[in-house]
């Protein structure tokens, strides 16, 4: 190792001397480069100017580009030189715009070191004469490889020695990273020797705890942070300077839902609505400004009013926030108007009874025929009155909590496929086909008669309300760690923009008097978005472009 490294300092050392004569001899070039641009001498002031450099042994030859010498200082005018196009220096040149050479010269008769630069217009060379003074110019210094054998020398004892007192701190030191690489950090105090690279050796460890520390908390506070963004009640989507989605939350999947014609399978897809066209400019600009900037705007869509806020950071990632603001106004609404509906819708049926009972008993000589239908519609009334005290009761235990819903596995397909065959007189009947777009294996920890109800109910509203011969699409278009996200569609008659966004308060009907002939209890998808709510779901209804009514939603897997 050690011949290696005097081999290759002397073949350095050559190298310098050799580069230094290069520098000078390439001054000289493009010295005399810079005076023919100038001045554009003949032969004779070509020969005073080179005469002024300070190496009187120096010959410079310029050649035209045909390889025609146009003067030669160590040569007089009238010499017939042959072309030197030939010449080793000259071809190198030509391929690289420099060349060097050491050669016999025929027309002066001695060696010569050449070096020519390549001009646009012809060559430049210089050439000092190869002779002892040059050679031993050339020839590297060898008193530095004694003086240098001499310091590895000490330089090897003294790292011998030294060597020695760091085997200890290196040993440690990768004891220390073997169990690092493993994650085990010990708790205790690595000692270390009092030298330089002990001293380096504890300031790792202490800087590699601190890092082990530090990314725990970061991990733990990530973790809050997508948890919050998750149940947080506002959508929450975060995307790339490409906008591609990085995170979003179910409430921002199920908004973007809302606004779109179709179920949109990334929430990238937000960005091709037109609604979204202001706020797509928006970022375009401030990203293209690098600034930190934040926009506002307010969308309305299916009876639907967003509020939509976007950030875009210095970054190149940006925030986009929705809120659902009509919710709140509808639920203080409903809030105002439950009492009223709740008298009213209790009242009708009881009124019923009353009136027909009332009729046979002030007619005691009213005909056997006459008496069943009064009784026949009095039973009517009353097992509507039952089953809307039945549907206010489990209204008032989903509002009760979790504690009276017991939570198990549930297999989505299995609860589906028990809502189909309890209806399958009514499909066929109607003549309607239920299209199944999931897998058969979707489990989620959950209370089952709630999620039969979900379908349950869905499907007795849309065979009440859709119409004959329906295309009933149940989807389930997405799912990602904690939700599936699923679609239920009919082709029928949809629904007024206008009821849209109440469609699922408590005794609203979109049609009263025909909602009432039908039977329903006006309560039916009250109980669908409780239901969903307590599987930490949302819901929202829109009308189908092409005609018919979905029904978006969310359910948690556990």
């Known amino acids: 190792m050690l011949a290696v490294i005097c081999f290759f300092q002397y073949q350095r050392e050559k190298e310098f001397r050799t580069e230094q004569l290069d520098q000078q001899l390439t001054t000289y070039n493009?010295?005399?480069?810079?005076?023919?641009?100038?001045?554009?001498?003949?032969?004779?002031?070509?020969?005073?100017?080179?005469?002024?450099?300070?190496?009187?042994?120096?010959?410079?030859?310029?050649?035209?580009?045909?390889?025609?010498?146009?003067?030669?200082?160590?040569?007089?005018?009238?010499a017939k030189l042959s072309n030197h196009l030939d010449r080793p220096e000259i071809i190198m040149a030509h391929l690289n715009e420099n060349g060097h050479a050491i050669r016999h010269s025929a027309s002066t008769g001695k060696d010569y070191y050449y070096l020519v630069h390549r001009f646009p217009n012809n060559y430049v060379r210089s050439a000092l004469p190869y002779n002892v003074s040059l050679i031993s110019t050339l020839k590297a210094n060898t008193f530095f490889l004694y003086f240098m054998l001499f310091v590895?020398?000490?330089a090897g004892l003294a790292l011998y020695f030294i060597s020695r007192n760091f085997t200890k701190s290196i040993d440690r030191l990768r004891t220390f990273t073997q169990r690092a690489e493993k994650g085990e950090i010990p708790d205790y105090e690595i000692e270390f020797p009092n030298d330089e690279l002990g001293e380096i050796s504890k300031n790792i460890v202490k800087l590699y705890?601190?890092?082990?520390?530090?990314?725990?908390?970061?991990?733990?506070?990530?973790?809050?942070?997508?948890?919050?963004?998750?149940?947080?009640?506002?959508?929450?989507?975060?995307?790339?300077?490409?906008?591609?989605?990085?995170?979003?939350?179910?409430?921002?999947?199920q908004y973007?839902?809302?606004?779109?014609?179709?179920?949109?399978?990334?929430s990238d897809e937000i960005f091709s609505l037109p609604e979204f066209s202001e706020i797509n400019e928006f970022i375009d600009q401030s990203l293209k400004n690098n600034e930190l900037k934040r926009k506002r705007l307010t969308v309305e869509k299916g009876g639907h009013v967003f509020t939509v806020q976007c950030i875009v950071f210095q970054d190149g990632t940006?925030?986009?926030?929705?809120?659902?603001?009509?919710?709140?106004?509808?639920?203080?609404e409903l809030k105002r108007h439950l009492t009223q509906n709740i008298s009213h819708?209790?009242?009708?049926?009881v009124s019923s009874i009353l009136g027909y009972m009332e009729s046979i008993l002030e007619n005691p000589d009213l005909d056997q025929q006459r008496q069943r239908f009064f009784i026949e519609r009095s039973f009517q009334q009353a097992q509507r009155l039952r089953d809307l005290l039945q549907d206010i009761s489990t209204l008032n235990k989903i509002d009760e909590g979790k504690r009276l819903f017991e939570k198990e596995?549930?297999?989505?397909?299995?609860?589906?496929?028990?809502?189909?065959?309890?209806?399958?007189?009514?499909?066929?009947?109607?003549?309607?086909?239920?299209?199944?777009?999931?897998?058969?294996?979707?489990?989620?920890?959950?209370?089952?008669?709630?999620?039969?109800?979900?379908?349950?109910?869905?499907?007795?509203?849309?065979?009440?309300?859709?119409?004959e011969k329906l295309t009933i699409d149940i989807n389930c278009y997405r799912e990602d760690d904690q939700f599936f996200y699923f679609s239920f569609s009919d082709n029928g008659i949809g629904v007024p923009e206008e009821h849209l966004s109440r469609l699922f308060e408590r005794f609203y009907?979109?049609?009263?008097?025909?909602?009432?002939?039908?039977?329903?209890?006006?309560?039916?998808?009250?109980?669908?978005?409780?239901?969903?709510?307590?599987?930490?779901?949302?819901?929202?209804?829109?009308?189908?472009?092409?005609?018919?009514?979905?029904?978006?939603f969310s359910l948690r897997k556990y």
């Not at 005469?51 to 025609?68: K, Q």
């Not at 990530?222 to 990085?246: D, N, P, V, Y």
């Not at 940006?318 to 203080?332: A, G, K, L, P, V």
Request: glycine content about 6%.
């Open 30 to 78: 493009f010295t005399i480069h810079r005076f023919i641009q100038e001045r554009k001498p003949n032969w004779e002031m070509l020969e005073e100017y080179v005469h002024l450099f300070p190496d009187s042994t120096l010959r410079v030859t310029v050649i035209d580009t045909a390889g025609v010498v146009t003067f030669d200082s160590s040569v007089k005018k009238e």
């Open 152 to 154: 590895l020398i000490i």
């Open 209 to 253: 705890r601190l890092l082990f520390l530090t990314k725990d908390d970061v991990y733990k506070e990530r973790e809050k942070l997508i948890k919050h963004l998750q149940i947080s009640q506002e959508g929450l989507g975060i995307f790339s300077s490409e906008k591609k989605e990085i995170l979003a939350n179910t409430h921002f999947i």
């Open 256 to 266: 973007t839902n809302i606004l779109s014609d179709s179920q949109c399978e990334s």
């Open 318 to 332: 940006f925030e986009i926030s929705m809120n659902d603001i009509s919710t709140q106004e509808h639920e203080n």
């Open 345 to 349: 819708e209790l009242k009708t049926p």
């Open 409 to 467: 596995s549930c297999n989505i397909f299995e609860i589906i496929s028990d809502v189909l065959n309890d209806v399958h007189l009514q499909i066929e009947q109607k003549k309607c086909t239920v299209q199944k777009n999931f897998k058969s294996d979707l489990q989620i920890q959950g209370n089952r008669s709630l999620i039969y109800s979900i379908f349950r109910n869905l499907l007795d509203n849309a065979l009440a309300y859709g119409g």
């Open 509 to 552: 009907r979109v049609d009263k008097g025909r909602s009432r002939k039908m039977g329903g209890t006006g309560l039916g998808l009250a109980i669908v978005k409780n239901a969903v709510l307590h599987h930490r779901g949302n819901i929202s209804a829109k009308n189908v472009p092409t005609g018919g009514l979905s029904f978006i």
